[in-house]
C-alpha cells in the first residue's frame, strides 16, 4: 500500500498563475478530503468526496479554487488565478468508511 | 460547529519522561484521531479511538466519549516524538485541533 499520494510535492508560481494540485488515494478507501493548513487558521477542511461525490464544498474560500474527483483514484484541486494568499500546504486525505482517515504529504504551495 | 480544544499549546521533555496531552471537545462526536505532525510535516495517524483505550508501543490513547475528552500518553519520550500532535474529531466532517508542540531534548 503506497499511501495517499500527492503531487507535486512543491510548487512555486506567480500571483495569477494557474495551479492544479493532484491526489491518488488509497485503493478502497471511499471518501476523499482536501486540507489546507496555514500558522494562522491551522487545518482547515476544504472539501470531500463521498465515491466520487462532492459533498461538501462549504470550506472552499471562493470562486477561485475548484475540486474534481473523475474517478475513484484520482483528484485535482485547481486554484485560477492563484494569490498571494493562498500560500499554504494542502493536504489530502483519504478513507474506508468507519475507520480512520490517511493524510498524504501534502503539497506546499508558495504564490510570489 | 464543533469546538475542539488541546492543552499544552507548548510542551518541553527531556529525553525518557512521560507525558499527558489532553483534548477537549464541545459535543458528542462519531470519531477521534490522534495524529503527529513531524518536522518534515507529515501527518501521522496515531489512534482512531472514538471511544475506550489503545496502545501502540510507547504510545497510548484514551477516549471517554461521554465526557467529550480524550488524552494521549507518550511514555519514555524520544527525541522523534518531537513535532505536533493533533486531536481531530468527526461529527459530519474532520475538525483538528490548534495542536501540541512538542520537544523532547536529549
Known amino acids: 500500500d503506497a499511501g495517499v499520494i500527492q503531487s507535486p510535492r512543491h510548487e512555486v508560481t506567480e500571483m495569477g498563475q494557474e495551479v492544479t494540485l493532484r491526489c491518488k488515494p488509497i485503493?478502497?478507501?471511499?471518501?476523499l478530503f482536501w486540507y489546507r493548513q496555514t500558522m494562522m487558521r491551522g487545518l482547515e477542511l476544504l472539501i470531500y468526496?463521498?465515491?466520487?461525490?462532492?459533498?461538501?464544498d462549504s470550506g472552499m474560500p471562493e470562486d477561485r479554487f475548484s475540486a474534481k474527483m473523475p474517478n475513484a483514484s484520482f483528484s485535482t484541486l485547481k486554484i485560477q488565478p492563484s494569490e498571494p494568499r493562498d500560500s499554504a500546504v494542502y493536504f489530502c486525505?483519504?478513507?474506508?468508511?468507519?475507520?480512520?482517515?490517511?493524510f498524504g504529504s501534502g503539497t506546499r504551495l508558495t504564490v510570489v | 460547529g464543533i469546538q475542539v480544544e488541546q492543552s499544552p499549546p507548548d510542551l518541553i521533555l527531556q529525553e525518557g519522561a512521560n507525558s499527558t496531552l489532553r483534548c477537549n471537545f464541545s459535543?458528542?462526536?462519531?470519531?477521534l484521531q490522534w495524529f503527529h505532525q513531524n518536522p518534515w510535516g507529515q501527518l501521522i495517524n496515531l489512534f482512531y479511538?472514538?471511544?475506550g483505550t489503545k496502545q501502540n508501543g510507547r504510545l497510548s490513547a484514551t477516549t471517554v466519549a461521554t465526557e467529550r475528552y480524550s488524552l494521549l500518553y507518550i511514555s519514555s519520550s524520544q527525541t522523534t516524538d518531537s513535532g505536533v500532535y493533533f486531536c481531530?474529531?468527526?461529527?459530519?466532517?474532520?475538525?483538528f485541533g490548534q495542536g501540541t508542540i512538542l520537544t523532547v531534548h536529549p
Open positions: 486525505a483519504s478513507r474506508r468508511q468507519g475507520e480512520g482517515y490517511t
Open positions: 485503493s478502497g478507501h471511499n471518501s
Open positions: 468526496f463521498n465515491n466520487n461525490v462532492p459533498i461538501d
Open positions: 459535543d458528542s462526536v462519531n470519531n
Open positions: 479511538i472514538p471511544s
Open positions: 481531530a474529531v468527526e461529527y459530519g466532517k474532520l475538525t
